[in-house]
Structures are given as structure tokens and as C-alpha cells.
């Protein structure tokens, strides 16, 4: 199983807004730019986190994005849910009629362990906790020569 390009590139948008001076809103072409995905793909990307209620945007001469909640608040699992809906990593961890072999497959078990092993690490995670873990990483590198 891989994690989209989409769900990574929110997450790493999500981050940079909550980096950002408070109150202060982001351009979609600075995130682009910063981030080095295309402009088209971060406005698609945009548009559902703000779609979401993830973001709010401003228009004006000094319009951007802003996060539409406290950092502390937003979890990677939302972000997960608001750009790629929710978890199913399998047809029948959701829905158990969705499985012809319901009763007799104990690989179901498996999977819902998966599945709810992801949500939970997902919703660990904020936006804060990793702007905490970032600005660790940037006092923790080494600049000798």
C-alpha cells in the first residue's frame, strides 16, 4: 500500500500554513513554489482542504489561505479524510455485506486490524506536532564544515 501524492503534498501544504505568521495569508503560488508541486495540482489541492474546512481563503490584495482551525486541532487524519475520504483498505472492513465469503474469511480480521492500526496512527499526529518536529529538526542540523 502506498500514501497518494495528493494526501503527502497536503499534508506538506498543511504544514507550511501552519509555519506561516498567524493570521497572515498564504498565496497558492508561494506554496507551490516552496513546496515544488505544480500550480495547477496545489490549487486542486487547495480547493478541497478548503472544501474540507481545513482552510479558508481570502480574496483581495491580500487574500491567500489560512488554516480554518488551530493547528492543535487538525490531525493528519483529517487531512487524510478530507483528500482522499475515508479509510478502507478493504471493501469489507467497511461494509461487512460487501463480502461474499462474511463468516468464513478470518483475513478480515486482518485487515480491520490494518485499517484501524492506520486511523489511529493518523489521528496522532497534528498539524502542531509537526511543526514541533520541524522546528526540532532545523535547530538539530549539523552546520560544520
Not at 516552496?34 to 481563503?57: F, V
Amino acid at each position: 500500500m502506498k500514501l497518494s501524492t495528493r494526501f503527502r503534498f497536503g499534508v506538506r501544504i498543511m504544514l507550511q500554513m501552519a509555519l506561516s505568521e498567524p493570521g497572515k495569508p498564504v498565496l497558492a503560488r508561494t506554496l507551490a513554489k516552496d513546496q515544488e508541486i505544480t500550480p495547477k495540482y496545489t490549487d486542486q489541492i487547495l480547493l478541497a482542504l478548503r472544501t474540507g474546512n481545513l482552510l479558508i481563503s481570502q480574496r483581495g490584495r491580500s487574500g491567500g489561505f489560512l488554516l480554518a482551525r488551530p493547528p492543535h486541532t487538525i490531525t493528519v487524519f483529517d487531512i487524510y479524510e478530507v483528500l482522499e475520504g475515508p479509510i478502507n483498505l478493504v471493501d469489507c472492513v467497511a461494509k461487512r455485506e460487501n463480502c461474499e465469503r462474511e463468516g468464513q474469511c478470518v483475513t478480515r480480521e486482518v485487515w480491520t486490524a490494518l485499517t484501524d492500526a492506520m486511523r489511529d496512527t493518523l489521528q496522532n499526529f497534528t498539524v502542531a506536532q509537526l511543526c514541533d518536529l520541524h522546528r526540532k529538526q532545523q535547530n538539530t542540523q549539523d552546520y560544520s564544515i
